[in-house]
């Protein structure tokens, strides 16, 4: 019998071949056993990766999803480690400006004593991955164009998913890879009692703030604990205190022996996105165009709220998620645009390597008629959608949150009123919890004052010089007109503001189960703001929808050509992070610095003592200062450097929704988390260069330091068998 192999398969297959970057790559768990060759020079020769890459067993299997970050149990009683600034939602909800988990930290001395999480926390437990490609672009499918396609696509998604959610407690979705030439229907237990167990205090978990973020060297600890809970019956549930820890089939164990320079690392987890296989255009247009004006917008924005809440923890402590993630992601950004700029030609080795594919494909008359015009098309069709999303961005800067919540609330009533099969993704009956559970989040977070003044400066620059970006249907609901300035804004939004109920809080909830007609006869200024504008919102998306189709058939064929000539080359070509269980491989290294210096692998406890100024971001607790100083170790230090290492580096290919991720060893022991990359690295979610890519590690012996003589978290220690 002869196995053909598609082109998907046999590119995926050829990961076994010797690549010039043998580490770049966030692999399927299932192609572990093929990059056998490549991973011997880098320390893995005696490793079982069949077995390390087994989703059914340790270590794979212990590896959850937040859905965002990553995370792993760590015992068998559902303990669950992930990173302080995954958790950081999660400890601001349960913080008040009387009990400040936020600053001074929490430790649950009993079950009894965790807390429940944020509304909207959750673990997804990995249950079952297979390819569905071939049952979602049928030859019929793949003829069609536009809305059209999506349109059945959508469909056959949404019969993969409803078969797969018939097994009640189950979260499923089909993940799109390689730019739509991959299909994969993914089966997650949803866990929806999550509690909080322990979190360091503010300036462990975050010590170095966002001077230090993506930052090294660095001597952050940042990581926090869960629990996963499950109801008497041990299936899923909502929260009750007759629930039970979840007790899961497999979690880590803890290395044994101590880690060292040189030593191979792997990184389970689920990476977010990457661009790689992304177009020259799309890279042009985000680092032309795109990254300059996020970059500006997100600056003024933290500012704004820093000032505002400056001095008043209440509002502090709503917009400090909101300040975190703009702060990180703004930092991000600016280190992509630097080093984007510092290269001087990206876009044109974007560019080289796409070329011997364009070649390869007109070379060949049968190729030429199957992807050439796809190559012509999408382009053009780009475009178009580089516009729309410039204006999608400009929207929502200008838009006051609880219009937004407003807008939200009236199209899930809309699309109430058709069956479930034929609502829009996001808004079918499997999503109702998770719209309580946003809008729950939303009264935690929400402080009216700071989302008014954020929208009235932005609005006051966009009046100020009418364009395209923000239109005139949007800025006619809002009561205002082009040349509106600042005082008068503000007097507008503060009006809407003072005779909204639905901006009061309350009885938000109340409007998750009404009619579209009561929000369409509602006098509530905000809601009737949100039915102004829902005629212009849904033509919007229906004509976004039929670009998007086309952009879809275009690159599902632009990728098949891509996937088709990797197999006639034989290259290795890794799928970019889609949110779905990836595997990375590197070793625990230093690098040359930026300014001539050498990074060394590790840091130690020593560096915070020297990193203290009792203030702003370097402000270590009193106790742990305590403890470095009179050298209580405990069995923590290493040897060869003297002191606890606190974070190190290693060469693994990481991007954000890898926040949480275990760092094992070749034995598959947890020897920390990963939590952080290097500012001039972070442009791999471009373009990898292994000369620069450093992933920032908290070590486990530091945690396990921090919880033993600082916090004294025996319980923990003890659950986890230390």
């Not at 890879?177 to 929806?192: P, T």
């Not at 022991?669 to 001039?680: A, I, Q, S």
């Not at 620069?692 to 070590?699: L, N, P, Q």
């Amino acid at each position: 019998m002869t196995l053909r192999l598609s082109p998907l398969a046999a590119a995926l297959a050829l990961a076994a071949l010797p690549a010039a970057h043998a580490l770049e790559g966030m692999w399927l768990p299932e192609q572990l056993p093929q990059l056998r060759k490549a991973l011997q020079p880098e320390g893995w020769a005696g490793a079982n990766l069949a077995a390390l890459g087994n989703r059914a067993q340790a270590p794979v299997a212990a590896v959850v999803s937040l859905g965002g970050c990553s995370a792993s149990f760590v015992s068998p009683q559902g303990l669950v480690v992930t990173n302080h600034h995954c958790a950081y939602g999660s400890i601001q909800h349960n913080s008040t400006p009387q009990r400040d988990l936020l600053r001074n930290g929490f430790l649950a001395e009993r079950f009894e004593d965790e807390l429940p999480a944020s509304p909207t926390a959750r673990i997804y437990v990995n249950v079952e991955a297979r390819e569905v490609t071939g049952e979602v672009l049928t030859p019929a499918t793949q003829a069609l164009s536009g809305a059209a396609r999506l349109k059945a696509i959508e469909a056959a998604h949404k019969h993969l998913v409803a078969g797969c959610e018939q097994d009640a407690g189950h979260r499923c979705q089909v993940a799109v890879s390689y730019g739509g030439a991959r299909h994969e229907l993914v089966k997650m237990l949803e866990i929806r009692d999550v509690r909080l167990v322990h979190a360091p205090a503010d300036m462990v978990g975050r010590f170095g703030g966002d001077t230090d973020n993506w930052i090294w060297p660095r001597h952050t600890g940042d990581y926090s604990f869960y629990r996963a809970y499950v109801g008497p019956d041990g299936k899923p549930a909502d929260f009750n205190p007759a629930n039970k820890p979840y007790q899961p089939a497999h979690h880590l164990k803890l290395a044994q022996q101590p880690l060292k320079e040189g030593d191979p690392v792997m990184v389970a987890g689920y990476p977010g996105r990457t661009s790689r296989l992304r177009l020259p255009s799309e890279m042009a247009f985000a680092f032309d165009v795109q990254r300059p004006q996020q970059i500006a917008a997100y600056g003024a924005r933290i500012d704004l709220l820093q000032r505002l809440t400056r001095g008043q923890r209440e509002a502090e402590l709503r917009v400090a998620p909101t300040v975190a993630g703009l702060s990180n992601a703004h930092k991000n950004w600016e280190g992509q645009q630097a080093s984007f700029e510092r290269s001087g030609d990206l876009v044109a080795r974007k560019t080289a390597e796409w070329a011997p594919v364009r070649a390869w494909v007109e070379a060949d008359p049968q190729r030429q008629a199957r992807w050439s015009s796809a190559f012509s098309a999408i382009d053009e069709l780009l475009q178009m959608q580089h516009l729309h999303d410039l204006q999608s961005f400009w929207m929502e800067q200008t838009t006051p949150a609880v219009l937004n919540q407003a807008r939200t609330l009236y199209r899930a009533a809309q699309q109430r009123a058709l069956p479930d099969a034929e609502r829009e993704p996001g808004f079918q009956a499997r999503d109702a919890a998770r719209h309580q559970a946003a809008l729950r989040t939303f009264e935690r977070r929400y402080d009216a004052a700071t989302d008014l003044a954020v929208a009235r400066q932005f609005l006051e620059g966009a009046l100020a010089n009418p364009s395209e970006l923000l239109p005139a249907p949007f800025i006619a609901a809002l009561g205002l007109e082009p040349g509106t300035k600042g005082p008068a804004i503000q007097a507008r939004l503060q009006a809407l503001n003072e005779s909204s109920a639905l901006a009061r809080g309350g009885n938000r909830e109340a409007w998750l189960t009404r009619p579209a007609a009561d929000f369409e006869a509602s006098d509530d200024p905000w809601i009737r703001a949100a039915v102004a504008l829902a005629p212009f919102d849904a033509e919007r998306r229906r004509s976004q929808r039929e670009r998007a189709g086309a952009i879809d058939q275009a690159r599902t064929q632009v990728m098949q050509a891509r996937l088709a000539h990797a197999q006639a080359t034989g290259q290795a070509l890794a799928p970019d992070a889609n949110g779905t269980l990836r595997l990375s491989f590197g070793q625990v290294k230093g690098r040359p610095g930026v300014d001539g210096s050498r990074w060394e692998a590790f840091t130690t406890l020593r560096g915070i003592l020297d990193k203290h100024q009792g203030k702003g971001d370097f402000d270590a607790p009193a106790a742990q200062r305590e403890a470095i100083r009179a050298g209580r170790f405990d069995r923590f230090a290493a040897p060869e450097l003297r002191s606890v290492p606190v974070n190190f580096l290693a060469t693994l290919d990481t991007t954000g929704g890898n926040s949480g991720s275990a760092v094992l060893n070749a034995k598959g022991e947890l020897v920390g988390l990963l939590f952080d990359g290097t500012l001039d690295g972070v442009i791999a979610e471009w373009s990898f260069d292994p000369t620069r890519v450093r992933s920032i590690c908290v070590d486990a012996r530091y945690m396990l330091w921090q919880m033993t003589v600082v916090d004294k978290a025996q319980r923990l220690l003890r659950e986890m068998g230390v």
